[in-house]
């Protein structure tokens, strides 16, 4: 008899839990519904984003073209680094502006100004003028060479 009498406690007890877990679910449902709905709107944000974006990045292969029908501004905090395989092209509709706060070092085996084919003379270089010879005195300060 005491073995049936534990089971009936039991019994009732399972009944109350789950009475409870019932109710407990109905509750939570609540909270869960809100995160749903707020997860729904950051996953619409994210998508336009995303669509925003694949308006402006362009992915095709191996190539990447960012393209912008306004303007375009790359910003860093302090470095930023260009690198191409062979060649690097930088064009300008009409004008090219580059600047150095401190200068501008351009480097290379041959830099070719305008599409120039001649030397370009530096102070000290000699000189022929007619039948006279002489040596370059004085030159830009602001356009270095070497």
Known sequence: MRMIGW?????????????????????????????????????????ARLKALEGVVQVSGYNVKIVSS????????SNIGIQGGTDIAIHGGSTLDMFGGSGVDIRGATLTLNGGSRPLARVGDPVVVGSAAGRIAAGSPTILGQ
């Open 70 to 77: 306004q303007s375009l501004t790359i910003r860093a905090g």
């Open 7 to 47: 089971l009936g406690v039991v019994s009732v007890g399972a009944v109350l839990l789950l009475k409870g877990a019932e109710g407990a679910d109905e509750k939570r449902l609540i909270p869960a519904d809100a995160e749903v709905t707020v997860l729904s709107q950051k996953i619409a944000a994210l998508e």
